[in-house]
């Protein structure tokens, strides 16, 4: 069975630190995985995605993710966050043809941005 | 591109009405469409999953007798709570799969509100 798993419940960091947010996945064939975000109250925005080629991906917002087969490691990365980063980050794997079929979320990871 | 909404961003209604929330793909047409809850500080629990035409395929454990979806067209889709009870109270998410992609990318609606008094 898929999962993936947000290992940091919360983290905190202050505007203009680095940031690297876990996300480690459990899947029988190639993933399809996704960084969202979530501000209060709303939808999820998508933040990147990846299945193939290069194993670093570019995203909006200034954020990159790394994928690392050998460790089933996606993790999310900002050189330097912004107090408008605070959020919630939800990683998710899901199959990478078919369409229409469903994800599997992490339980997401609160970002804190302290000034 | 890729948008999609939902309506209505809030309701607030008593116990044992019916209520009833949309999902519209606005600029695309969606083969599939997902229908998510999230309860406060957790992550999102797949409801059902609704392709256009067909009946909504449940998730275990979701009572399909009492959250009603149709999925009439490529770009609506509706979930209606009926008989409402406070513990329905929680924030309805979205998403939609483009029909043209053959990968799982899904677009999320801002999410609906409800409260159940």
């Known amino acids: 069975a898929q999962s993936v798993t947000q290992p940091d419940i919360h983290i905190t960091v202050s505007e203009g630190a680095s940031l690297e947010l876990r996300c480690n996945y459990s899947y029988g064939a190639t993933p399809y995985l996704f960084w969202y975000v979530q501000s209060p109250g709303q939808g999820l925005q998508l933040l990147l995605k990846?299945?193939?080629?290069?194993?670093l991906v570019q995203g909006i917002k200034g954020f990159e993710a790394e994928f690392k087969r050998s460790q089933s490691s996606f993790n999310l990365r900002k050189p330097s966050v912004h107090w408008s980063d605070a959020a919630e980050y939800f990683c998710a794997v899901g199959p990478v043809t078919g369409g229409g079929n469903k994800l599997t979320f992490g339980t997401g990871t609160q970002l804190k941005v302290e000034l | 591109g890729a948008v999609v909404s939902q309506h209505p961003s809030r309701v607030i209604c008593k116990s044992g009405t019916s209520v009833k929330i949309e999902c519209r793909s606005l600029d695309f047409q969606a083969t599939t469409m997902f229908w998510y809850r999230q309860f406060p500080k957790q992550s999102l629990m797949l409801m059902a999953t609704s392709n256009e035409g067909s009946k909504a395929t449940y998730e275990q454990g979701v009572e399909k007798d009492k959250f009603l979806i149709n999925h009439a067209s490529l770009t609506l889709s509706t979930l209606t709570v009926t008989s409402a009870h406070p513990e329905d109270s929680s924030f309805y998410i979205c998403?939609?799969?483009?029909?043209?992609?053959?990968?799982?990318?899904?677009?999320f609606g801002p999410g609906t509100r409800l409260t159940v008094l």
């Open positions: 998403s939609a799969s483009p029909v043209t992609t053959n990968t799982n990318e899904q677009f």
């Open positions: 990846y299945f193939s080629g290069d194993t």
